[in-house]
């Protein structure tokens, strides 16, 4: 893909998800933190970065909680087009935008309504570092920690942590390669990294923040309060 092609920037925010693992009543992307849902925080963020050209949120066809869960935000357009796993949600989310006017060489940063510490000078980083790249790439950072795998409960071995990154979102990658990358993966794809990587990619790494985790576990929403709350966000 040409890299020198004027192309526009859009954010595409799978919102369809159940979050089972969070231990909170609902969907953990409509539970207060801070004073509002999860995802208010998140779109509020996304809002202020002045080179998305539009924001596409995809919600399960049987959403019935967004628009009380962010009120008065006009700010992004809405599709009821999920599916039942992260691919099949980004895929309908890439058609619609298609469907929008977006075109097969423009860029598409896919992020988690879930990451809601997102800062707009990261996903300005991320823009500045993939804009004139031939593949693309994310939010991610070196892995500190020491890496076990696990056997039984038990520790089955160390893993080197050498050159290992934790992958964040943004993903950024051009519509028309994130859509073809998705549709040969399959439904499994954890991330749309993954599906770049098994067309025989090298997406670009972008190191993010420590602060923008996902919220997954209960003891995160603790923590994003405490976070939200200190910067006044």
Known sequence: MPIDIP???????????????AGVD??????????????????AALGQVTRLRAMLVVLSADD???????????????????GSTRARTVLAGLHELRRRGACEHDWVLV????????RPEWVDRLIDACSGDPVGGLLALPVADTLKQSHEGRVGSTVDRTGKWAAQTPQMFRLGLLDAALAAA?????DESSAIEALGHAPRLVRGDFCNFKLTWPEDFALA?????????
């Open 7 to 21: 192309s526009d920037c859009y954010a595409l925010i799978p919102c369809a998800g159940v979050g089972s693992r």
């Open 26 to 43: 609902g969907p953990k992307q409509y539970h207060p933190v801070a004073g509002r849902a999860v995802v208010a925080h998140t779109l």
């Open 64 to 82: 019935t909680q967004f628009e009380s869960a962010v009120p008065g935000f006009d700010a992004a357009w809405v599709a009821r087009a999920g």
């Open 111 to 118: 992020h988690d309504a879930a990451r809601c510490l997102i």
């Open 186 to 190: 399959g439904a499994a794809v954890t």
């Open 225 to 233: 309060q405490r976070l939200l709350h200190r910067s006044d966000v």
